[in-house]
């Protein structure tokens, strides 16, 4: 969400940064709205001065047994105009917040122009891209080899882009998930947090699913919404509350079922596992005070990263571009992973500060401590992993000649000491 004051500082800058994501001018309109409002409010006010005064006046009258008719009319008149002018002033209000809140956040200068993907800038990879001595194949037909990755039942239980599986698969995804989770909290200062599943219309209008993003969401018939990411719950907490400096930064981390209709993504990903309707994911969130939001950004990446080093992945970090980063971020790392078997780079995390464009949405304030008022808290999201994706990683890294498949060395006290999964 924008401020207002802001865009009425500066209306050439903020039309600005929304050419920057290819979005036209909204300045004007905002600022014809805002002057309505404004208009409306003061004399709205100077109405009610006047009445003040007139209620004085009718009261002196009533005392001496003066005519206070025309006084009592006029302030009958004054009422009426005032119910207009505050109707008038409320619906300038609304329409003015229905437009910022469709608004993207404004971009870090950092961030390099473009308008799609193909001009976000890798800053360094981390691997040499592995050259298998036979031809690799893609997860899911490693996985059916293994006999532990089933579409073809998962459709019959839930339609598609849904996945069942069994065995030292179903295992190695459950220790993927317990192992991240127990590295983003041991190691990195992450506060384990287990979080509801299903949240109100207030929590993902917060972190900027609503309204834009509707489709993208399951809503249940009593109006609440699975979650897309445990970032929603996560970032939530802190809503309408004033954090003393103190207790910042606050480091959250949660495993979660995350849930998405994935709409517009007919056609796209449909074998495997990349792109599901339900998956788990750790989810990691921080906020902070508006002066360690870059730092925290960086420190963030690198937990991410961490994950993919220990197990044994080749990936690179992107710096997501103009018309690539999300609506609600300011700047975003991306973090891909080479698939062997697709002979691909595929995203698996993406490290976002959203600085207080979410903070605004849910009026998560923070105490200095020195100086007067509050200032909006920053937040940041990241995955640490999507579980899923991961998976699809370590089996097509990890494959073997004879089909089998490496259980990377961190996995192993998770998977009862398995150094290697084998076919039945």
């Given amino acids: 969400m924008h401020d207002i004051r802001a865009v009425r500082a500066d209306p050439a800058a903020f039309d600005a940064a929304l050419a920057r994501r290819g979005l036209p001018p909204a300045s004007g309109e905002l600022m014809r709205l805002d002057a309505g409002r404004r208009a409306a409010q003061t004399t ?65 200068p950092e961030v390099p122009e473009g308008a799609d993907e193909s001009a976000n800038v890798v800053l360094h990879q981390h691997g ?50 317990q192992w991240m989770l127990d590295l983003q909290v041991g190691e990195h200062g ?19 699913q609503l309204p834009k993003f509707a489709d993208d969401l399951f809503v249940t018939t009593d109006d609440r919404y699975l ?70 950004h960086e420190r963030m990446t690198r937990c991410a990263e961490r994950v993919l080093t220990d197990l044994g992945l080749t990936w690179r970090r992107i710096l997501l571009c103009a018309g690539d980063t999300g609506f609600g971020a300011a700047r975003t790392y991306d973090l891909e992973v080479w698939l062997p078997g697709q002979g691909a780079w595929r995203e698996i995390s993406s490290c976002s500060n959203m600085r207080d464009f979410q903070a605004r949405r849910m009026n998560a304030r923070m ?21 899923g994706r991961a998976l699809v990683a370590v089996l097509e890294t990890h494959q073997q000649a004879d089909g089998s498949v490496a259980v990377p060395a961190v996995l192993r006290p998770y998977m009862g000491g398995m150094e290697r999964i084998v076919a039945p």
């Fill in 44 to 108: 709205a006010q100077e109405a009610q001065a006047r009445r003040n005064a007139l209620a004085k006046e009718i009261g002196q009258g009533k005392r001496t047994g003066a005519d206070t008719a025309a006084q009592e009319a006029e302030a009958t008149d004054l009422r009426d105009r005032m119910e207009g002018l505050e109707a008038e002033a409320r619906t300038a209000e609304e329409a003015q917040l229905r437009i910022l809140e469709a608004l993207p956040n404004i971009l870090d």
């Fill in 128 to 177: 040499e891209i592995p050259n298998l001595p036979f031809a690799p194949k893609q997860h899911f037909e490693i996985g059916e080899a293994l006999g532990g990755m089933d579409f073809a039942t998962a459709t019959k239980l839930a339609g598609s882009r849904f996945t069942v599986l069994r065995g030292p698969l179903a295992r190695l995804e459950r220790a993927l998930g």
């Fill in 190 to 208: 992450y506060v384990e947090t287990a979080v509801p599943l299903l949240v109100n219309a207030a929590s993902v209008y917060g972190t900027g």
């Fill in 227 to 296: 979650i897309p990411t445990a970032e929603v719950p996560l970032t939530n907490t802190v809503r309408d509350e004033i954090l003393p400096e103190a207790a910042l930064p606050l480091r959250l981390a949660a495993l979660s079922p995350c849930f998405r209709s994935e709409a517009g993504s007919a056609g796209r990903d449909t074998r495997g596992m990349i792109r599901q309707h339900q998956f788990a994911k750790v989810e990691m969130v921080s906020i902070t005070a508006p002066d360690a939001s870059a730092e925290e």
């Fill in 367 to 387: 105490k200095p401590k020195e100086g007067k008022g509050n200032l909006f808290l920053h937040t940041l999201n990241g995955s640490g992993l999507a579980v």
